[in-house]
């Protein structure tokens, strides 16, 4: 199982960007799949995940992020608007195998495989 993320940068307050996330040796179809962040010197953050059936996200980021996942291409996007300062991170795509319990879909220990990471960067 391999993941790897795609899409960040550099960005002005107030615009938008695309992540990807491509998956190797599986179909997101069978799997929970998320997105998380981390600022420098902070915890790793849930911004949305799809897990058995349902779909979350972090009070946060609820209209401005949306996620979607293409099955036949084995991508999994996650749309940014209207994007914020605070929203520079590192952003990261997680699965599980094959659902998180929804209690938990932003703990990052419930999910066993990872992306290496997109840097996005907001500017003021």
């Known amino acids: 199982v391999q993941l790897v993320e795609s899409g960040g940068g550099l960005v002005q307050a107030g615009g938008s960007l695309r992540l990807s996330c491509v998956a190797s040796e599986f179909s997101f179809g069978d799997y929970a799949v998320a997105w998380f962040r981390q600022a420098p010197g902070k915890e790793r953050e849930g911004i949305v995940a799809?897990?058995?059936?349902?779909?979350f996200y972090a009070d946060a980021m609820k209209g401005r992020f949306t996620i979607s996942v293409d099955n036949d291409k084995d991508k999994a996007y996650l749309q940014m608007t209207n994007l914020k300062p605070e929203d520079t991170a590192v952003y990261y795509c997680?699965?599980?195998?094959?659902?998180?319990?929804?209690?938990?879909?932003?703990?990052?220990?419930?999910?066993?495989?990872w992306g290496q990471g997109t840097q996005v960067t907001v500017s003021s």
């Open positions: 997680a699965v599980k195998f094959p659902f998180v319990p929804k209690k938990v879909w932003n703990h990052p220990n419930e999910y066993d495989y």
């Open positions: 799809i897990t058995d059936g349902d779909t």
